[in-house]
């Protein structure tokens, strides 16, 4: 008994600093368009994310954590020896938090996510066995990693050419912006708030049926789409500034969006990147409380508060100085091109959250900025930094599968 | 620390480009005074302000030295990368001509004769004009880039340019004017005197060329 303690300890450990460096580096790139375009202050940026990412990891962040916990090892091998799966969660979450500290410092562009879905399956198949990956599990996840940049990239440029084409080369653009953008803030509320329900809320042990979860979702995002009206409606036209730059009171009206498309995209962030910390820990409760591999017990609502709360100390600590910094550098994104990529990919990050696909944040936040500017909404893209992305997405899996072999090798032999 | 979307974003070669104009105007704008005072004979006056002409034009190649600079070939760019740089090769010939013409000036302490002097100093100034428009057509793209280079921003930009082509071709009309005025009373000058005259006056129309074509580089953009 007293060694499934020690576990359990390890492990809440590992996964609190992973939730932590998350938090400390990650929700940076959710945040900072917001802070970018000026839409948020850091101040408030800071208490979006601490809000929404720990609102998101709760409430929709269920699916992707059962997902890492015990959707790609197949815990059937495993009935014989519980501890194997513990080892394994424990040198996947070390591992990963290794990689990523090493990957940051040299600065590489790597996923958190790939890399703890790398560690899983480097220890389940070197470690265990060919046969305790579940493939089929794994190919889908493997895919949506390339299908999630890309649908955020497609729904990015769909929406940003609908504000080119309705509002900014129109004769009167405020008059068009102060009309659509409540629309768009209705789209994004609704978007995501149907997906929490639909697919969130049965983790904490509600289920009020899908005709009753659209009238709900319709219900809260027209209230939300109220309020954008309102405060849409007294912003008033700048001229000193106007003349400086003639959209300059336009995307005063897209700001308004923009807070909340990142309070979606913090949303979005913490449903899917949570898991990624405290899908091993849950693992590790699991079977160090009933001893037994892939019972069926459901996921304890304060694993999922754990993760949360790690993410926001994370951001408080580190990650309002990274928001800054990033911030400042990605002014080219205007709260018109910058709601349009967070929309697109926070809409594409829920729906895979909701199906129980980890995929990368980053990579479909990369992915909806370049959609942007296939739209030609975007001054200058550097297509190199896109192909060092593409380069370290391929090393980061074997890296971290490797890692956590070499860990979980050392864990078997040392650990009772 | 290296941060994916921070980097993702290529230098933007907007904004610098509108400020490259800003000093090619800049440099131009001072021709104004420069010839007022060469007008006057006020020598030290001339000096002063030749040397800031040259001081602007170091500036503006500077940056156009610093924009090429960031603008490697790996940028994914709304329009391409050849034509902004030859924009802003045309905005830079600007401050080239201003400079060329005001060394010329001051090297030979030309003088403009009393008779043409009035039409001449117009002349320049409609050259300004012209390249002040140019500056104001530049400083658009900043809005062309937003909109995607479509719609009312593109009717703006166009009448913009509309207006430029006419200052350029105001300026060619006083240009032939000022040459058949030059000639009337060139017999009276000393003939080295004149043939550089005739040189300022069409070195200081190619500004408002060079200008023109800064119009036509920002027309090509808009017809991607």
Redesign the interface.
Known sequence: MEAEIVYVVLAALFGVFMAWGIGA?DV??AM??SVGSKALTIRQAILVAAVFEFLGAVLAGGEVTSTIRKGIVDTDLLSGSPELLIYGMLASLLSAGTWLLIA??R???VSTTHTIVGAIVGFAAIGIGIDAVQWGQVGTIVMSWVVSPLTAGFIAFLIY?SV?RLI????D?LAQAKRYVPVYIFLAAFTIVLVTIVKGLKHVGLDIGLTNSYMLAIGIAAAIAIVGAIAIQRIKPDRKAEKK???HTVERVFAVLMVVTACSMAFAHGSNDVANAIGPLAAVISVARSGIVGAQSPLPIWVLVLGGTGIVVGLATFGKH?IA??GR??T???P?RGFAAELAAATTIVIASGTGIPVST?HT??GA?LGV?L????????????GR?FVSWVVTIPAGAFLSIIFFLIFKSILP | MANVLANIFGSSPVRPLEKHVNIAYRCARELNRFFAAVVREDWDTVAKIRNKIADLEHEADNLKKKIRLRLPKSLFMPVPRQDLLELLLVQDKMANRTKDVSGLVFGRKMKIPAEIADDFLEFVARNVDAAKQARKSVRELNELFTSGFRGAEVTLVESLIEELDQIETDTDDRQADLRSALFEIEGELEPVDVIFLYRVIELTGEIADMAERVGRRLELLLSH
């Open positions: 580096n940076a790139n900072a368009t940051s410092r600065g590489w562009p050419n080119q900014l080369s129109q004769d653009p730059a003639h959209f990274v910094t990033v550098k990605i080219q994104l205007t018109s980053t936040l990369v900025v500017g739209a030609r909404g975007i001054e200058a893209i550097d297509l190199r930094v896109v992305i």
